[in-house]
Every structure is written in structure tokens, then in C-alpha cells.
């Protein structure tokens, strides 16, 4: 509950102040199963929804990580997912699925010092 009313704090205090200011918390997607928590953000970003580096997440935590995430999308706001996948059928396979959801998807290197497009997947 903490970080729920942190967020909305921050949302009401930006958007006094800009109005079209975006909230884009990260992870802790189960957060917007409260109406207040969604109402104050615009989109979600969560990293590792398919594979955590070279493994495969559990596909449990997988499929409870969408059930929340696609509440943003039918809220008619946006998600924004990463994966640091260097293996290129992963990456490709991370890439179908999180466009398959609406997701905005980028694979980058863990050093996050490299960003590359992927049109062939």
C-alpha cells in the first residue's frame, strides 16, 4: 500500500504542476490490480517477462506477470518490456511474444550500453 500511495503522490504532484507529465513505474506489475495505482500512472515498464538472461522464466510466473500487465493494455495505456537476451532464437522468441501482447519490446545487452533493432525476427 506504501508504494501505491507513493506513486499516486508523485502522479498528483507532477501533474499539478505539467499535466501531460508521464508516470512509468517499473516491475511490481501486480500493483495495478488497485484502481488508484492505474488510474495514476499512463504505462508500465517490466523487465524479464520470458527469460531471465539465458533462462527461461518459469512459465507460472510468466503467465500471472501478463494477467496484470495486459489490465494496462485494456486500461488503453502502454507497456514498455526488456530482455537482455543475446541468444538469437530467444531473442526472437522474446520478441514475437511481447509483440504478440502490444508490448513496446527492446533486447539489449545487461550493460545497457548498446541499442539495436531486430527486423528480421
Same mark, same amino acid.
Request: glycine content about 4%.
Given at each position: ?15 499539478? %504542476? ?6 512509468? #513505474?517499473?516491475?511490481?506489475?501486480? $500493483? ?9 500512472? @499512463?504505462? $508500465?515498464? *517490466? @523487465?524479464?517477462?520470458?527469460? @531471465?538472461?539465458? +533462462?527461461?522464466? +518459469? #512459465? ?10 495486459? *489490465?494496462?493494455?485494456?486500461?488503453? *495505456?502502454?507497456? $514498455? ?9 530467444? %531473442? ?13 519490446? %527492446?533486447?539489449? #545487452? ?5 541499442? @539495436?533493432?531486430? #527486423?528480421?525476427?
Amino acid at each position: 500500500q506504501k508504494m501505491i500511495d507513493w506513486v499516486k503522490k508523485i502522479s498528483d504532484h507532477a501533474k499539478a %504542476r505539467k499535466s501531460d507529465f508521464l508516470i512509468i #513505474p517499473q516491475n511490481s506489475p501486480e $500493483l495495478v490490480d488497485t484502481p488508484e495505482y492505474l488510474a495514476a500512472i @499512463e504505462g $508500465l515498464g *517490466k @523487465e524479464s517477462i520470458w527469460y @531471465e538472461s539465458e +533462462d527461461k522464466i +518459469d #512459465p507460472a510466473a510468466t503467465n500471472s506477470a501478463i494477467a496484470f500487465i495486459d *489490465k494496462v493494455i485494456a486500461a488503453g *495505456k502502454f507497456v $514498455l518490456t526488456i530482455d537482455y537476451q543475446v541468444n538469437t532464437s530467444k %531473442r526472437c522468441e522474446f520478441i514475437s511474444a511481447a509483440r504478440l501482447h502490444g508490448f513496446v519490446q %527492446r533486447v539489449v #545487452p545487461v550493460a545497457l550500453d548498446v541499442v @539495436e533493432d531486430y #527486423p528480421t525476427c
